[in-house]
């Protein structure tokens, strides 16, 4: 994933890093709602993630940028034939 934003979408350091540990963070919040797999994780895990952040206390542009690596990430593994539909999809941004 960040090889393909890396090389094909030319993305700097600083985002290639902020949206590996985005998309790490929200990994290991999926493995402990039992998603052992991208293609498990479903809206309403994502949904909880999102309040997580909030509980956390991350700032609502900090919010944004995880949310934007997620669907990132989810559009990715979609064009990759890794998973069948995009549970970001759904997910409002927050203002």
Do not use: C, W
């Amino acid at each position: 994933f960040l090889d393909h934003l890396r090389f094909e979408r030319s993305l700097s350091e600083r985002t290639l890093e902020a949206y590996g540990h985005d998309v790490v963070r929200m990994a290991q919040h999926a493995r402990l709602l039992g998603r052992s797999r991208p293609a498990e994780v479903t809206t309403a895990d994502l949904r909880r993630f999102i309040l997580h952040l909030k509980d956390v206390g991350l700032a609502p542009g900090s919010i944004a940028r995880n949310l934007a690596a997620i669907r990132t990430y989810f559009r990715f593994l979609l064009g990759e034939n890794q998973v069948v539909e995009d549970p970001s999809e759904r997910i409002e941004t927050p203002r």
